[in-house]
């Protein structure tokens, strides 16, 4: 039995039954036995180069070698941490941005959502406290982000958390922005939003966003967007604000900065925002984290983004997203499946939710069950298959990945027919 305590699970199950992965190659990873499984959710959304660049660890070890890491704050800088803000500033869709490097996608919540206050409370209003999220969206697991998540499971039993927070459905402009004006404009500081809610990928309608950035634009409310999952080519462009039209001001980013090979987050403020924190007599803005700015860390994202540049990794999830939606489409026809949906190189294929009531463990059974034709994924809010390969897949091996779960699901579904 492991002592590892490992996160978002039900250790009464895991414990005696871990799978231990020991290896990983381009889109492919292998078990302590020896198994070969696609990883169809490229880890937890983030292994956006793939498994194995050795030009990734390489740079790592380089840059350790010299110097592994120095803190950040105060005066103190490294070469990669410069160089990456730089890089991140040129890509983000937002005007003049200045980049806050984090330890994840939670830290950049968190960061977000107090610097969001703190930005109010220094140009004269401080009563600007309210946050608003939408329902359905996932905003990381600490303290803001619990309290932010449209998720209820995830606020359960840890009791009142961080007040001045609201939730809206999770496509309805007219509801955004009744609720701002019942609140008051001049209690609301936020508007957090992901371009695609990632917990079940909710694409938005065409317009949905843009729409919700005029409405918090006319009454002063800044507009937040979540780019921990969307960021760095997951929906064919460097960032979802682009793929719908809108300049936040402020991006969340983490993930797919370094395809998970070492953890890193951040946010790209606008010159707006971070005006009132650089000016000459400026304050301190009292917050960060011992590894923001790690230099190590920082040189993995650089050459990270080497790769995506080098190999076109953007514009090649672009390319093959008609293919991953028409291969995964085909599923919605196999048995336990409710609906495919997709966008970019990201999918959802639901189970059946008439299935999952009459047997709660069917979720758990069909992840096992496509894991034992070669397909390793994870559940989403409300029982779906997640389908985020790496960057650098083919369409053959979205082919197995499709197959994998097709075979799956029809081995339960023989299961249920022999076993009644």
């Known amino acids: 039995m492991s002592r590892f305590w490992h996160p978002f699970a039900s250790m009464g199950s895991v414990k005696d039954a ?4 020991v290896r990983g190659r381009n889109s492919t990873l292998i078990t302590a036995s020896g198994e070969e499984l696609l990883d169809a959710s490229g880890g937890l959304w983030y292994c956006a ?5 050795t030009e990734i660890v390489d740079a790592m070890s380089a840059q350790a070698y010299e110097l592994e890491s120095c803190s950040c704050f105060e005066d103190v800088c490294n070469v990669p941490a410069g160089v990456l803000a730089d890089r991140v500033a040129d890509l983000a869709p937002l005007d003049d941005p200045r980049v806050f490097f984090t330890s994840g996608g939670s830290d950049a919540v968190d960061t977000a959502a107090k610097l969001a206050r703190r930005y109010w409370a220094e140009v004269g209003q401080p009563g600007k406290l309210t946050i608003i999220s939408r329902e359905g969206s996932y905003h990381g697991a600490h303290t803001f982000g619990t309290s932010l998540a449209g998720i209820p499971g995830n606020r359960e039993g840890f009791g009142p958390l961080v007040r001045e ?5 999770r496509f309805d402009v007219g509801a955004l922005a009744d609720t701002i004006d019942r609140i008051g404009a001049d209690k609301v500081a ?4 992901e371009p695609v809610i990632n917990a079940g990928v909710w694409a938005p309608p065409e317009a949905y966003l843009a729409e919700a950035q005029a409405v918090c634009a ?4 800044l507009f937040v967007a979540d780019e921990v999952v969307t960021g760095f080519g997951r929906l064919g462009r460097w960032f979802g604000s682009e793929r719908y039209g809108v300049r936040p001001d402020m991006l969340l980013f983490a993930k797919g900065i370094t395809s998970g090979y070492l953890p890193l987050g ?3 403020v606008s010159a707006r925002v971070a005006e009132p924190f650089w000016r000459d007599d400026a304050p301190m803005f009292r917050h960060g984290y011992t590894y923001s700015g790690h230099a190590t860390v920082c040189a993995a994202g650089i050459e990270n983004l080497n790769v995506f540049e080098r190999e076109g990794l953007v514009d090649r999830a672009r390319e ?8 995964l489409g085909r599923l919605r026809d196999e048995p336990g499946v409710a609906d495919v949906r997709s966008a970019g190189l990201a999918a959802a294929v639901q189970l059946d939710p008439r299935i999952i009531e009459a047997d709660p463990f069917f979720p758990q059974r069909a992840l096992q069950a496509a894991r034992k034709h070669g397909v390793l994924s994870r559940m989403l809010s409300g029982f779906a298959f997640q389908i985020s390969p790496p960057l650098i897949i083919t369409v053959e091996e979205l082919e197995r990945i499709a197959d994998g779960i097709r075979l799956g699901l029809r081995d339960l579904a023989l299961s249920a027919t022999t076993a009644g």
């Open 218 to 221: 006319e009454r002063d409310v």
């Open 165 to 169: 927070i609201a939730r809206v459905p």
């Open 49 to 53: 180069a793939g498994h194995g660049r």
């Open 266 to 268: 951040g946010v790209a």
């Open 18 to 21: 871990e799978l231990v992965l």
């Open 320 to 327: 093959l997203e008609p293919d991953f939606a028409e291969i």
């Open 190 to 193: 936020a508007f957090f939003a």
